[in-house]
């Protein structure tokens, strides 16, 4: 009978590390090793191989903190570039709207600018219009007497 630094034995720590499927750490070998001490068990107890088992639970529970955080983790990058997809093509889209706008607001312009000068020429025109038909008139009517 071998065993180990925290007088528990070999075949117990193999069992243990069989269960985890790994081998185990000094800290999980020092807390059996406590746990026996305070419960005053020996290593053919019943409840020391329960014992083994609620320690696998314990190393599996201790997993799920960093496995919630990588997945937290990975969600947060997932949703910061879906975010940035859109607010991308929202300012593509606001670009667009305001090009729109813009071009709309020109052609009003425009048009505007062209009614006035056409009604300054239209009425230009009709003064120039009746300037020389009242020229006309004023030497008909001058010729004529």
Do not use: C
């Amino acid at each position: 009978m071998s065993l180990s630094p925290f007088g528990i034995e070999e075949s117990s720590i193999a069992g243990f590390e069989k269960l985890l499927g790994r081998q185990s750490t000094p800290a999980e070998r020092e807390h059996l090793f406590r746990v026996k001490e305070a419960l005053g068990l020996r290593e053919n107890d019943a409840l020391w191989l329960i014992l083994f088992a609620l320690q696998y639970y314990e190393s599996l529970y201790r997993q799920f903190p960093k496995a919630i955080g990588a997945e937290a983790s990975r969600i947060l990058a997932q949703t910061r570039e879906t975010v940035d997809a859109q607010v991308k093509a929202g300012a593509e889209q606001a670009k667009a709207d305001l090009a729109r706008a813009v071009a709309i607001a020109a052609q009003g312009v425009a048009r505007d600018a062209a009614r006035r000068r056409m009604t300054e020429w239209l009425v230009g025109g009709m003064a120039l219009g009746a300037a020389l038909v009242a020229a006309g008139f004023i030497a008909g009517w001058t010729l004529g007497r």
